[in-house]
């Protein structure tokens, strides 16, 4: 029964961006302190469930909130690939 397998929960996330930093720059960070992602705000972000890229958006403002509006879905087919890899 399909309905049993919807229901389910997954965990999603939305990737904004990723750096990479020394070790010595790491044990430098306290509060205040800026990391810069070397990206716009306004560039995409990715939405994954694990670690499976399923969909791209913009990041919005909802009601004080932060959201995401999917501007494009991963095919299935490409979905499915991810998941074999």
Known sequence: NLDVVLDI??????RFARTSMS?????????????????????????????HVIARGE????????GVRITDVVSPGDRMRGLEA
């Open 9 to 14: 929960d997954l965990p999603l996330v939305v």
């Open 23 to 51: 070790i010595r720059a790491l044990s430098t960070l306290g509060p205040g302190s800026i990391v810069d992602m070397e990206r716009s705000p306004d560039e995409p972000v990715q939405v994954l469930v694990g670690e």
């Open 59 to 66: 990041v919005v403002v909802v009601g004080g909130h932060y």
